[in-house]
T-cell receptor, first 111, second 112 residues
Framework: EAQVTQNPRYLITVTGKKLTVTCSQN?????MSWYRQDPGLGLRQIYY???????DKGDVPEGYKVSRKEKRNFPLILESPSPNQTSLYFC??????????FGPGTRLTVT | QKEVEQNSGPLSVPEGAIASLNCTYS??????FFWYRQYSGKSPELIMS????GDKEDGRFTAQLNKASQYVSLLIRDSQPSDSATYLC????????????FGKGTKLSVIP
């Protein structure tokens, strides 16, 4: 079954404690991306990757890091989380005619 | 600033009616357009894509694109309560790129 998986699905953490949200896909898609979704602000892109070892900033990259060492994985790293990074995070993948497919989401709370 | 605009709603329609969702975008050079459906607390689900002017039909869904007016719409025929969700319009504004700019979504409520 074609799918995008994210872990963890829910996370409550404290300010400054480094965390990683994983994203994995089994569709052999070249494109992967991270979004955050906040009430009233909609979906905003954090980082994206066109292929292995190729990443670039989206609209709201501050406070986040990513890496793409393998085609199937695209982890999102928060080195020092702050309360304003409390949000719903989605990983997405894409191939072909620019369609993107979203993972189930990770709800992060930073206290 | 490249933008995608949608009426936030809520848009309420009776069961069986046609729901009409609208979206405008700022970049005249945009090439690819998508509609996503998002149920509360769930991830966006791609339901339609459209790339050329005119209508594209898929079951009860019809996407309409007018590049001259920078306008894209989604019609849902025979609306069902299960169609109640937020509908996101997304536009690819950079040729050769996967980057999407999303509208903030229109919340649709189908009343039984």
């Amino acid at each position: 079954e074609a799918q995008v998986t994210q872990n963890p699905r829910y996370l409550i953490t404290v300010t400054g404690k480094k965390l990683t949200v994983t994203c994995s896909q089994n569709m052999n898609h070249e494109y992967m991306s991270w979004y955050r979704q906040d009430p009233g602000l909609g979906l905003r892109q954090i980082y994206y990757s066109m292929n292995v070892e190729v990443t670039d900033k989206g609209d709201v990259p501050e406070g986040y890091k990513v890496s793409r060492k393998e085609k199937r994985n695209f982890p999102l790293i928060l080195e020092s989380p702050s309360p304003n990074q409390t949000s719903l995070y989605f990983c997405a993948t894409g191939q072909g005619a620019y369609e993107q497919y979203f993972g189930p989401g990770t709800r992060l709370t930073v206290t | 600033q490249k933008e995608v605009e949608q009426n936030s709603g809520p848009l309420s329609v009776p069961e069986g009616a046609i729901a009409s969702l609208n979206c405008t975008y700022s970049d005249r050079g945009s090439q690819s357009f998508f509609w996503y459906r998002q149920y509360s607390g769930k991830s966006p689900e791609l339901i339609m894509s459209i790339y050329s002017n005119g209508d594209k039909e898929d079951g009860r869904f019809t996407a309409q694109l007018n590049k001259a007016s920078q306008y894209v719409s989604l019609l849902i025929r025979d609306s069902q309560p299960s169609d109640s969700a937020t509908y996101l319009c997304a536009v690819n504004m950079r040729a050769g790129s996967y980057q999407l700019t999303f509208g903030k979504g229109t919340k649709l409520s189908v009343i039984p």
